[in-house]
């Protein structure tokens, strides 16, 4: 019954609640969260496009819910059922969406594109526009760090390397 946690850290949590609602990262169409960056901090310049990833939606749901129980806790009815909504939606869109869902063939995939495909590969292309950014996060011998095709959701017919070898 105590919440003097929540009152104190207020203004923090309804920021990043709604911080994470913002329209440049919040999908209007699907209420999923899009962006192209994904978990490991890859982003454009490692390949990844604007779309969505599986970490982002689920601690996106998983912070919403939260951040809503807190609001009810906080007594911020209006915010309790905003973010419960908005966590719902994207839990919806998560698993059920007709073209962005986050399952395909009963399986999770890691990224959809906007335009509704799965993003299969990373094709990194090293520029000098993002020679600084390289140096500093992608030490030579990283296999991602050599440019060219690196997959991202690989196709379970074909063969994909791991970190020992080659699994077939």
Not at 15 to 20: K, P, S
Not at 22 to 31: C, N, Q
């Amino acid at each position: 019954a105590d919440d003097s946690l929540i009152k104190e850290h207020w203004k923090r949590i309804k920021a990043i609640a709604e911080y994470l609602l913002h329209p440049e990262f919040l999908d209007e169409e699907t209420g999923m969260l899009k962006a192209s960056r994904d978990i490991s901090e890859r982003n454009e310049a490692m390949g990844i496009k604007q779309g969505y990833d599986v970490a982002h939606e689920t601690f996106g749901i998983i912070g919403l819910e939260a951040a809503s129980e807190l609001a009810k806790y906080a007594e911020k009815i209006a915010l309790h059922v905003k973010w419960k909504q908005a966590a719902e939606r994207m839990r919806n869109s998560f698993l059920l969406h007709p073209t962005h869902s986050m399952i395909e063939k009963g399986k999770i995939i890691k990224r959809r594109l906007l335009d509704g495909s799965v993003q299969r590969e990373l094709q990194v292309a090293r520029s000098e526009e993002n020679k600084d950014f390289f140096a500093k996060f992608m030490p030579g011998g990283m296999p991602l760090a050599e440019s060219g095709r690196h997959l991202l959701e690989p196709d379970t017919a074909q063969s994909f390397p791991i970190i020992y070898g080659v699994v077939d």
